[in-house]
Structures are given as structure tokens and as C-alpha cells.
């Protein structure tokens, strides 16, 4: 394909030559001296320099244009185009390259993300086992788990709609909140900007969430930026049932001149199928080649992957308290 993209690109550049060839050889010297390139009496043969108010040099300037003035829009056309290409890649690699940028996708600053799916029964036990053999590592200073779950709300329209719902320890995983703060009990909950706008409420209100088949009211104690799932989440500190949870999350900061490329690949053989990400790789505080990238993609990969899979969940009955 790239190679036949190639050859349709040359075609036509070939083609565009002879075209313009063919038309410039029906042009004579003379033709081509006394009204332009293309042979066609332009707009600016009505423009005249004697009886005009402007001062000379303007009014030829003006009459230059007038009479390119197809000329002159096809290079602005290339210069605002060329223009784009060479500044939305800039803006956007240096977005991404800010260490402030993972607050965008939701998450505190952590050393470690570690995120498993939970696709069948085994999956309750190996988060377990994951939280603990974490918590007892001395490479470990502290630790963030938390389980997503999908939940119903209504929105400002009256319309049921799907809320996924980060529920955990927020006090250990702090974001950078637009407004208000995190959720500190299971009657608060904390909504993305876009999640807030939807709803049509504000910090201090309260929305309904579907808990357990039940409408339960819960206040809104804060905001945040986040572009992850649609940019509409909500963080909570509600304790969760294993039949709701679609795949859990547990934020890893490590302890001082600890090698966090060392362990993101002890913790990715240890703990596997789970996906683990060196955060300092992901958002790295300058480009590095292609790795930055290459990191970034496989972790919006795997949360995409973590998203479709979530929907087998477990349905065993029990307790699943981060």
C-alpha cells in the first residue's frame, strides 16, 4: 500500500506538469508580457495609476495583488497549512512531555501504575495477592489501590447514563482538583469537568447514583480534569461488591533511589497478565527518541484493552474493600 500510494502520488505530480507545460507553450512572448503568466486579462486592468488618491507605491502594490490574487491565496493557503503541520506536532509533543500532563488522564503522581482486568474468577485473588505482596515489599514506600465500577446516574436531560466510578483511598492518590476535594466517605463523590457539565450540577450539589440496583444521593465534594473513558468518571470511597467491578488500579510510589525501571519489569513478570507502567517512561520530562511515545501507546492500549475486557466480569458474591 505504501508503495502504490507513491506511485499515485508521482502520477499525479507527473500529470500536473504536463498540464501546465502543455498550457504555458499556448502562450506567447508577447501575451505573456503584457497580461501575466496565464494569458488571461486580469482584474487589475481595470485598476489605473493616473487619477488615484493613493499614494503610487500603495496603488501598484495593489494592483500587484489584484491581479495575482489567485497566486497570492494559493501561497497563503500552503503558508497557514505548512504552518499547522510544523506547530500541532510541537504543542502537542510538548504537552504530553509535561510532568503535569498525567493529572490529565485522571491519576495522581506515582512512581508504579499497575492495572489488572478483571476477566474471570481468579482475578479477585490475584489483586489481593498483588496488594499484598506490595505492601510487605521494601522497595515499596506506599500504595493506591483501586477498583473501577460502572454505574448508573441521570443526567441533566433526565437520561440514564453509564458513570465509571474509580473507588479507593483518594487521600493516597491525590489529583490536582479544579474544585473542591476529594471524596472522603461513601456519601461524597468527585466527578470530572466534563461528567460535572453533563450532570448539571455543581460542587455541593447532590446527584443520584445507582448503588447495588438502588438510587443512593451523594453529595459532589470536587472536580477534576480527565480525558480518559469519554472524559466523564468520578472518583468515590465507597466500599465495592466483586460483581461490579470492571478492573482495578493500584498506584506504586516507590521508596527513595529506588530503580523504577528495575521494578516496572519485576512487577510486569511477577504479576502478569497485569499491565505495569514506569510513570517517569510514560510522561518522561523531555522526548527520548520514540520511547515516550511507544510507552504512552501500549498504557492508552492496555486501558482500552482493560475497558472491553472489564465487561466479563466475576459474579461470585463478596466484599472487595481497596
Known amino acids: 500500500m505504501p508503495a502504490l500510494a507513491a ?3 508521482f502520477a499525479m505530480m507527473v500529470l500536473f506538469v504536463l498540464v501546465l507545460l502543455r498550457r504555458i507553450s499556448r502562450i506567447s512572448a508577447v501575451a505573456a508580457l503584457s497580461t501575466g503568466a496565464t494569458g488571461r486579462q486580469s482584474t487589475v486592468a481595470r ?9 503610487v507605491h500603495f496603488r501598484l502594490g495593489t494592483m500587484d495583488v489584484v491581479g495575482c490574487l489567485r497566486t497570492y491565496l494559493l501561497l497563503f493557503f500552503v503558508f497557514a497549512v505548512s504552518t499547522f503541520i510544523m506547530i500541532v506536532p510541537i504543542n502537542s509533543a510538548t504537552t504530553a512531555s509535561a510532568p503535569g500532563f498525567i493529572n490529565y488522564m485522571g491519576t495522581g503522581a506515582v512512581d508504579l501504575r499497575i492495572d489488572l482486568r478483571y476477566a474471570d474468577d481468579t482475578s479477585p485473588e490475584h489483586f489481593s495477592q498483588t496488594v499484598e505482596y506490595l505492601r510487605a515489599d521494601p522497595d515499596v514506600a506506599t500504595i493506591a489501590p483501586m477498583v473501577t465500577t460502572r454505574n448508573n446516574s441521570i443526567d441533566k436531560n433526565g437520561n440514564t447514563i453509564s458513570l465509571y466510578v474509580e473507588n479507593g483511598d483518594h487521600a493516597r492518590l491525590p489529583v490536582m482538583y479544579a474544585d473542591g476535594r476529594a471524596p472522603g466517605d461513601d456519601s461524597e463523590i468527585a466527578l470530572s ?6 450532570a448539571g450540577r455543581e460542587v455541593v450539589d447532590t446527584r443520584p447514583i445507582e448503588v447495588a440496583g438502588q438510587d443512593r444521593d451523594v453529595t459532589i465534594v470536587g472536580s477534576y480534569q480527565d480525558i480518559t473513558n469519554g472524559g466523564k468518571t468520578a472518583k468515590s470511597a465507597r466500599p465495592t461488591d ?3 467491578v470492571m478492573w482495578c488500579m493500584i498506584g506504586v510510589e516507590l521508596a527513595p533511589s529506588t530503580d523504577a525501571t528495575g521494578n516496572a519489569k519485576e512487577y510486569a513478570d511477577r504479576f502478569g497478565p497485569a499491565q505495569v507502567a514506569d510513570m517517569d517512561n510514560v510522561v518522561p520530562p523531555a522526548p527520548v527518541g520514540g520511547r515516550r511515545s511507544e510507552c504512552f501507546g501500549s498504557w492508552i492500549g492496555g486501558k482500552a484493552v482493560q475497558r472491553g475486557g472489564g465487561l466479563q466480569k466475576a459474579h461470585d458474591s463478596g466484599r472487595l474493600v481497596p
Not at 485598476?47 to 499614494?55: E, G, K, N, T
Not at 469537568?193 to 453533563?198: E, F, I, S, Y
Open 7 to 9: 506511485l499515485l502520488i
Open 47 to 55: 485598476l489605473r495609476l493616473y487619477r488615484s488618491r493613493m499614494p
Open 193 to 198: 469537568l466534563l461528567a460535572l457539565n453533563q
Open 242 to 244: 466483586e460483581s461490579e
